[in-house]
């Protein structure tokens, strides 16, 4: 029975909710979605990567052989053999993670925001590199923190900022390598002196890491984690070396911490899908990604270098960009009198989509940089967008 003429609902959203917005890269995704746009905008990985038979494989020995399991509610903090497979493999390089400080996430943006659930409070001081992942800037502000940058160079973040600006912080959040959105890692020596800086001040870092694998050449640079894993949050995802769609991420913390981000979980989501944690368990446990990984960083690192190319081909003597060793992105400063946010109109109109650097500075923004993906465009359609925004920006000069 249907009840006739119900009064209308006033909507009255709490303040967070008044708070929350879109992710500038989220809407101009759906403009970029349209085939004929060569888009440089998103951040997905490039699906030529995704092991989609393998997947199937392991999908179906997992259903057939413990399908009940896989199909019932699980344990908050995931699937054990995956739990001690992400411990050891982080031991490896140095210190001993045990399974019970791993806790399995809904990819690793779920681990950002329980994080700001229960380290930040209204006002609490958060500390973020200059510029910053948008994704974790959007968890974060939910809570309301005060948010102060700290200065990074061509080397990453600048470790001798934070006795300027550390006094009460609850967090740094760090992205040692290349870095969403400016491609750029943290040398060896300043990921030393940043852990010993933070243990200094006992300031917890976060170790925010979903590209470490994706190296061109070279093997991947030491994990702060490793050096100090009583202060350091380390964050991990299957997205970018795996397939971000089956959304499995995990953080690694000292065990009080890993057991409040636990009760937080189970507030949000009970467990993250028993059945896909099974799944992925089943793909890697033997070694796979040894073979895969280095399949992901040719095709990255080729179409790297035909941006940078392209880029060094086309775009004028005033511009500069990071030229990184890995991962999914370059960045792009201009001159300081060009508005990223304007050239971006211009470009949709001729076909070609990038994201302004706008959105990725908690303060200050520089509206004069912009960020490029590469992985999902080939080869010959990087070179024509990468020849377009050079001709729109020598226009501007
Ligand atoms: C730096 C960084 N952290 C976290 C994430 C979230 O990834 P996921 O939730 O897919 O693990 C991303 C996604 O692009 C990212 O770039």
Sequence with gaps: MKIENPAPIQWRFSERADQLQSSFIREILKITQQPEIISFAGGLPSPLTFPVDTMKAAFDKVLSENGKVALQYGPTDGYLPLRQWIADSLSANGAKIVPEQVLMTSGSQQALDLLGKVLIDEGSRVLVETPSYLGALQAFSVYRPEFKSVETDEHGLVPAWLDKVAAGARLLYALPNFQNPTGRSLSVERRVELVETCARLGLPLIEDDP?????????????????????????????????????????????????????????????????????????????????????????????????????????????????????????????KHIDAMKLLDEAIAQKVAFVPGSPFYANEPETNTLRLSFVTVPPERIRAGIEILGKLIAAKL
């Design 211 to 335: 590209y470490g694998a994706l190296s061109y050449k070279g093997a991947p640079a030491p994990k702060m984690v490793a050096m100090n894993p009583d202060g350091v949050i380390y964050m991990g995802s299957f997205s970018k070396v795996l397939t971000p769609g089956i959304r499995l991420g995990y953080v690694v913390a000292p065990l009080p911490l890993v057991r409040r981000l636990e009760l937080a979980k189970q507030a949000a989501d009970l467990h993250t899908s028993q059945l896909t944690q099974m799944v992925v368990y089943d793909v890697i446990k033997d070694g796979f990604l040894d073979q895969h990984i280095p399949k992901i960083r040719t095709l990255y690192g080729d179409q790297c270098q035909v941006m940078l190319d392209a880029m060094a081909q086309h775009f004028p003597s005033a511009v500069q960009w990071t030229k990184p060793e890995g991962g999914m992105f370059i960045w792009v400063t201009l001159p």
